[in-house]
């Protein structure tokens, strides 16, 4: 059964500066997903991906399937930034099942 | 398209009540899930639905109740309440299985058991 690990648990950042969310996890997978929480509660998901490298705008998602695994960077980083980011990939392993979730990372970026 | 709305927003319960919370999406996806998320914890999967007329356990079912009688419904069901279910509640729906499709989240239940 896979487990997930993401770091930093916080993050606080200046307006401007580049960010680094990691996430580790033990089984190896088919597809990793990265979502984000809205200080409200929403949640939305931002990448699903497999090898890589994936580009949103200024957010940029890496995958090492060897090392297993991911991380998500945001560049110029700016206060609506501020969000939990979550990290989540199958329970084990393969595109089948459900997924198991990360505790997430809550960034904050001051202005 | 509304995409995955839930139904109510806010609840309080006292112990021993019970209540039904109403998912639904408008995608036309298979798959449809529920979570609660607790402090300092990941998502956990309550149950899941794979098509009308289907459920499944998730990891942590105990005291909870659901069915998919509609594609686009899913509900989830506490027969009695207890202060350990307090959390926020998210349904989410997929066109494909978990691990390989992308999941659509409703705004989320905040229910507290008192």
């Known amino acids: 059964k896979n487990e997930v690990e993401q770091s930093p648990q916080n993050l606080t950042a200046q307006e401007g500066e580049f960010i680094t969310i990691n996430c580790s996890y033990s089984v190896g997978i088919s597809a990793l997903h990265w979502l984000q929480q809205h200080p409200g509660g929403g949640i939305v998901s931002l990448f699903m991906?497999?090898?890589g490298k994936k580009k949103h705008g200024r957010l940029i998602a890496t995958i090492n399937i060897q090392e297993k695994h991911s991380s998500l960077h945001i560049t110029a980083s700016h206060p609506r930034d501020s969000a939990v980011y979550i990290c989540a990939v199958p329970v084990y392993g393969g595109s089948q099942g459900n997924l198991i979730f990360g505790k997430g990372t809550k960034l904050s970026v001051k202005p | 398209n509304a995409g995955v709305t839930q139904t109510p927003k806010f609840r309080v319960l006292k112990t021993g009540q019970s209540m039904t919370l109403l998912c639904a999406q408008d995608?036309?996806?298979?798959?449809m899930y529920w979570y609660r998320q607790d402090p300092g914890m990941g998502l956990r999967l309550i149950h899941y639905?794979?098509?009308?007329?289907?459920?499944a356990k998730g990891e942590v079912p105990d005291g909870y109740n659901v069915s998919r009688l509609k594609k686009q419904n899913f509900l989830l069901g506490l027969e009695s309440a207890a202060p350990s279910q307090t959390s926020v509640y998210f349904c989410a729906s997929s066109y494909g299985i978990a691990g390989g499709a992308t999941q659509y989240f409703g705004p989320g239940t905040r229910l507290t058991v008192l």
């Open positions: 991906l497999s090898s």
């Open positions: 995608m036309n996806h298979e798959y």
């Open positions: 639905s794979v098509g009308e007329g289907t459920t």
